[in-house]
């Protein structure tokens, strides 16, 4: 089973409403994935989870700031829900963007720590392993092609995922 977890949340971790609550900071994401993963380890029998770190979605700003459909999208109504932290207002972006990257690298820590607690836990038919692939991808070196391909499917999978989400949080 295979997990990417945590890029989300990377959009909101700059509101106001995340600071105050700590609804999304390490220590609260780390207790969401520790417990989604106990789950899964007394419900489904002989499992392999592949954690996957996260990469520094912040860099989709830079990547699609001057490309004409992008600009389009941002004007409208619906683009603040898109990804608030990495499309404030420019004056504002550079710092927020800054709050995002670091948010990835504390979850990205998270992950690791997680599937290294799980490997000394020694479980017979349940095991964690952990990805970095992805820490400090550097996404413009992707081709143009793929770079637009895969931000407009996170896109849609946002909104998906804000339902599951919640789904999510109730279940664990």
Request: hydrophobic residues 40%.
């Amino acid at each position: 089973m295979t997990l990417q977890l945590g890029s989300n949340d990377l959009c909101l971790s700059c509101s106001i409403f995340t600071k105050k609550t700590g609804f999304l900071n390490a220590e609260s994401f780390d207790g969401h994935i520790r417990r989604s993963l106990e789950k899964i380890r007394l419900n489904i029998p002989k499992t392999l989870v592949l954690l996957v770190g996260t990469f520094n979605v912040s860099h989709i700003v830079d990547l699609t700031h001057q490309n004409p459909a992008c600009e389009k999208v941002r004007k409208t109504p619906w683009a603040f829900v898109e990804c608030p932290c990495a499309f404030i207002m420019p004056s504002m972006g550079k710092s927020r963007r800054q709050t995002m990257d670091e948010m990835a690298a504390q979850y990205n820590n998270k992950l690791n720590q997680i599937s290294l607690d799980y490997q000394r836990a020694h479980y017979d038919d349940f095991a964690v392993i952990y990805d970095p692939s992805a820490q400090g991808t550097n996404i413009s070196s992707f081709p143009h092609d793929v770079r637009a391909f895969t931000f407009h499917f996170f896109f849609l999978l946002f909104f998906f995922s804000i339902f599951s989400s919640f789904y999510f949080l109730i279940w664990c």
